[in-house]
């Protein structure tokens, strides 16, 4: 889940998060106060905090359920883990990944695979179950593509 977020991210919220709790601490500031109180969110959310968001909107989509998927095997396990249903690989029409492809963008390591059925069904994969790169491998034969999209956000219901 961790791999997800780059260096960078880490780092400059471990700064913020000890800048706020100096602030708080410290006595001689305290005209500061709301002025970082109002500032530090912001700098937050655009330093590295759409990264954090993306985090835990996958982790919060993806917390119940389970996959289980192989290259070598024709079908693969998806589904919330009281309710895992059994798939068979050549019932995928086609994949399609949403990622921001940018070389700067520091949240290109989240990926958003949607797998296209036969029967009209759509399963949504986010990177911190297995990334776009992985479905690649596991569903060799299988049109792919890749969407680009500025920060590819997961809904949070099924449909």
Same mark, same amino acid.
């Given at each position: 889940? $961790?791999?997800?977020?780059?260096? !960078?991210?880490?780092?400059?919220?471990?700064? %913020?998060?000890?800048?706020?709790?100096?602030?708080?601490? &410290?006595?001689? @500031?305290?005209?500061?106060?709301?002025?970082?109180?109002?500032?530090?969110p912001?700098?937050? =959310?655009?330093?590295?905090?759409?990264? $954090? /968001?993306?985090l835990?909107?996958?982790? %919060?989509? !993806?917390?119940?359920?389970?996959?289980?998927?192989?290259?070598? &095997? &024709?079908?693969? %396990? $998806?589904?919330?883990?009281? @309710?895992?249903?059994?798939?068979?690989?050549?019932? /995928?029409?086609?994949?399609? /990944?949403?990622?921001?492809?940018?070389?700067?963008?520091? $949240?290109? &390591?989240?990926?958003?695979?949607? =797998?296209?059925?036969?029967?009209?069904?759509?399963?949504?994969? #986010?990177?911190? =179950?297995?990334?776009?790169?992985?479905? =690649?491998?596991?569903?060799?034969? /299988?049109?792919?593509?890749?969407? #680009?999209t500025?920060?590819?956000?997961?809904?949070?219901?099924?449909?």
């Open positions: 889940m $961790w791999q997800l977020l780059d260096f !960078s991210t880490l780092i400059f919220s471990a700064m %913020l998060i000890f800048l706020f709790i100096n602030t708080l601490l &410290n006595t001689t @500031h305290k005209p500061l106060q709301p002025f970082i109180f109002i500032f530090l912001f700098v937050i =959310l655009l330093s590295g905090g759409i990264n $954090w /968001i993306l835990f909107n996958y982790y %919060l989509y !993806s917390k119940n359920k389970t996959l289980q998927i192989s290259r070598g &095997n &024709n079908i693969f %396990l $998806w589904g919330k883990k009281d @309710h895992i249903k059994e798939y068979k690989k050549t019932a /995928i029409q086609k994949t399609v /990944i949403r990622q921001n492809k940018g070389r700067r963008c520091p $949240w290109s &390591n989240f990926t958003l695979t949607f =797998l296209y059925l036969k029967d009209g069904e759509i399963i949504k994969i #986010p990177s911190i =179950l297995l990334d776009g790169e992985g479905f =690649l491998y596991k569903l060799p034969g /299988i049109e792919s593509k890749i969407k #680009p500025v920060i590819p956000f997961c809904k949070l219901t099924d449909n």
